[in-house]
C-alpha cells in the first residue's frame, strides 16, 4: 500500500466516522422533539394497619370515561406510578385487592399541567 492510499483511507474513515456522528446526533434530536410532556400520578397502596401493600392492581382512568386506560400493579413498597398526558384533566384511581373481599379503594385525582400528584389508597378490612 503506498502512502497515497493510506492517506485516502484514512480520509474515507474520517468521513465515515462525522456521517455517524451527524446521524447519531439527528436520531438524538427527534427523540426530544418526540417526547411529549407529561403528568405522573405516583401512590401507595396501604392496608388497614397504614401498612404498604404489595401486588395490587391498581387502574386508573379518566373521570369522564367509563373504561380504565392504565391498569398496573403496586411495588414492594406499595408504590405506583404512572405517566398521563399533560394538561387538565379529572382521574379516578382505584386499588381492585385479589381474592380479598376488602372493597376497593378509589381517590379522585385532578392534573392542571406536567406535574406530580400524590395520593394514598387506603384498603378496608
Known sequence: MTTREHRG??????LLGL???????AAMASDKRAE???ALIFGTVWDSDYRPVYGVRVKIRRADQK?????????HQGEFAQRV????ADYVV???????HAPAAEAKVHVENDERVDIGLHLTK
Open 9 to 14: 483511507q484514512g480520509g474515507l474513515l474520517a
Open 19 to 25: 456521517v455517524l456522528l451527524a446521524a447519531t446526533l
Open 36 to 38: 411529549k410532556p407529561y
Open 67 to 75: 373504561k380504565a386506560r392504565w391498569e398496573l400493579y403496586s411495588d
Open 85 to 88: 398526558p399533560a394538561g387538565a
Open 94 to 100: 382505584w386499588a381492585e385487592p385479589e381474592g380479598k
